[in-house]
Nanobody
Framework: QVQLVESGGGLVQPGDSLRLACAAP????????MSWYRQPPGKQREWVAT????GSTDYVDSVKGRFTISKGNAVYLQMNDLKSEDTAVYYC??????????WGQGTQVTVSS
C-alpha cells in the first residue's frame, strides 16, 4: 500500500500564506501526475492543481495567481493571499492513468479572522 503524507496545514488569517507538502515514495513520485485537491466544509472534493512529470502545471481558476504547485523532495503547494473560501481539507493525489491513484489522509487549512 502506497502512503502519501501531507503536512503544513493550519489556522491563518485572510491574506496570509501557507505551504503544504506531500511526501511520496520515489518510485511513485517520479512517474505520477501529482495533484492537490480540497474539500470545503459541506461540499464535494474539488481539484486544485496538478504537476506532471515534465514539470508542467495547471490550476483551477479560483487559485490562479495565488497558489503555486512545485516539486522538490516532495510536492508542494504554496498558497498566498489566502481567502476564507480556501478553507478546506487539502488532499494530495498521485496518479498514473490506467495504473494507480493514491491519496493522502488530508491536512486541514482554515482561513479565518
Amino acid at each position: 500500500q502506497v502512503q502519501l503524507v501531507e503536512s503544513g496545514g493550519g489556522l491563518v488569517q485572510p491574506g496570509d500564506s501557507l505551504r503544504l507538502a506531500c511526501a511520496a515514495p520515489g518510485r511513485i513520485f517520479n512517474i505520477s501526475d501529482m495533484s492537490w485537491y480540497r474539500q470545503p466544509p459541506g461540499k464535494q472534493r474539488e481539484w486544485v492543481a496538478t504537476i506532471v512529470p515534465d514539470g508542467s502545471t495547471d490550476y483551477v481558476d479560483s487559485v490562479k495567481g495565488r497558489f503555486t504547485i512545485s516539486k522538490g523532495n516532495a510536492v508542494y503547494l504554496q498558497m498566498n493571499d489566502l481567502k476564507s473560501e480556501d478553507t478546506a481539507v487539502y488532499y494530495c493525489n498521485a496518479k498514473k492513468l490506467g495504473f494507480f491513484s493514491y491519496w493522502g489522509q488530508g491536512t486541514q487549512v482554515t482561513v479565518s479572522s
